[in-house]
């Protein structure tokens, strides 16, 4: 069975499941409000909802905040409903935004945010739990920092490991290359964690394969103009010694394409990452090998819901197991065989996602090394 | 002494001497950089470098500076990319008329350009990196973050078709080069940026409009951005806000590189096409020879530093601003 058709069956499952769960749970809460059950733990009541993110002109943030927006829309809001703090990459303006926030909304927030860098997450973490608001976090932290550390005010914090996912399409980007010649790698920003758990990925299936060798491996700064010059450097470098090319990205593996256009090379098999729409066309045109897509529409969307849903008592944290405060985002494959199946489904309609299914697609508990 | 080794001579060349020492020291380390497949890699990454540079290069002979390429750049390529789907995607089509149509959308960012500078009277640094940014996120705005694919088969043989194992976007670029030493050497236009960079009251004095020499300055300014623009596309047929990613860096480093000093009055645009492939050498020879990715924007600097000492008169000028 394909990736796509087991991941949309999954969902289904588990959006039915959490209907009912959902369904119980706001019953639950009412029961509780009628009873007069007071508010040992004060929950909140109608939270201002902020997301808190370097800025729009990235794709993959405008695929995260436009699943932000998606949730505030789904509580019957207008869009203006979520607070934009814009960090424009530096953790200073992230964490005195925050502060800001927090005293502007007297601690009557739920927040979603990238920190920007991981040693900011736990200043943030703490002024919103001193404020008595409640916070989600996307990608960084400190491998010390922990939800569970916080009672309820840190709900949850989600990451995505890229390895394990690397791994896989260098597996088969090697099986196409017959499992022998040459490959390149064109990786990110080098100091970016991604960009190094992504040649990661790539060197560990490389192991398997001691007929294939890695020629270089060189930053292309998800960049598709500077992976362009780079890929073409390569070929005067390596010319046919080169049989695969793993790109870190989409961007970058746009550039590739267009380098080995110039040369009239139309045939190399390439692999990349992120499923951006052009490139899940190309992998249906068989142009790429495969994607692999993290789905941050929804990864922006349940952040801000768990934020929000702590926030005004659907669920407690502090109940809740350790796997549904730190996990890993959901990893989609895209191949040829079914980009034309994801295309429809992820792509021309946008899904409505269940924001009170909080950890359906989700990836398992993330493990430190 | 004899006439050939005078200092003038030398600083004259010194660009010149830079880059064949260059290309030969890669070509030493790596015989496979010295070959025809390579020099046409290097010319395709340098042409709309050079365009662009050669539009700074204007500005920096008046004694002023443009920072707002990156946003042009942008701006333009979006403004042609959208043009060209929408009049029918293929160059056989009246969708041609969106290559004038960049053109003039890049000398209406130069003409508020130059008037933002003047009129304003803000200086031409923060006048133009204030535009720069007004492009890029204008070009945000047109697209909203998506990419335009440009796949006509007429408009990319820029890049695939080639003469003489050189693709056709180096000959556009060799031909525009030729149109801006035209304008430099043999228009009244192109004197008077050399009489405002030389010295701007002297020129003031002679009778001349120097404002008027600005803004028009920044007009063609804007029309060589947005052939850079249309060569950038033209090599990997996408269209986006990032397409002038990287441009100020890289055009700025090779006009001075070149030898054309940022106080004005020296330099043409011949030292910024030595100056451009200097620095594509720089980038493809360092992949070439196989630096590691963290030792490669070091060298660059360095080099770039060392260019710049070769290639400048130092001696001219009494302070450095």
Redesign the interface.
Known sequence: MSFIKKFIEQETINRRNLLLGAAYGVGGLVAAKTLGAGSAQAALTDPAVAWSYRN????YW?EIVSGGEAFVESLGKSKDFLTHLINEGSSEKSLSDVKSLLAKTNGNLALAIDTNDAPNARPVVESVAEAGAYVSTLWNKTDDLHPWDFGDNYVSHMSWSDEGPAEKTARILLDAMGGKGGVVHL?GI?SNNPAIERLNGLKNALKDYPDVELL????ADW????A???M??????Y?DEITGVHCANDTIA??VL?AL????IEDMPIVSYDGNP?AVDLVGQGKILATVFTNPHWGGGITAALAYHAAIGSFKPSEEPNEHREFYGPTVFITPDDAAEFKKSFIENVPTYDWTDFWGPSNGQIMYK | MNDLLTRDMLVKWAPLIVLIVLVLMFALI?P??F?V??FA?IG??SAPALMVAIGVTFIIIMGSIDLSMEGTVSVCAVAFAFCFLALGGTLWSAAWLALPLALVVGAVIGLINGLVHVKLKIPSFMASLAMGFVG?GFA?LLT????V?IEDEAFRSL??VRWFNF?IMCYVALAFLLIAWFIQTRTTLGRNFYAVGGGEELAHASGLNVNRVRVLGFMLAGVFYAVGALL?VG????A????G??FMFVSITSVVVGGTALWGGIGGVFNTLIGVLIVNVI??GM????LP??VQDGVLGLLVIIAVVLSTDRKSVDFVK
């Open positions: 729009r002109t990235n794709p405008n990786g080098a270089d491996a060189q930053p960049d598709t103009q500077k362009n010059q780079v073409s450097s390569f070929l005067t470098r010319g746009y550039g267009e256009r110039a040369e009239g052009q | 790596e496979r950089f070959s497949r390579n890699r395709i990454s890029t945000l909203g973050g998506d990419r694919r890049l695939t693709p950038a090599r990997i047929g996408i986006e806000t990032a397409t990613s990287n980038g493809n992949v070439v020879v196989g990715g963290y």
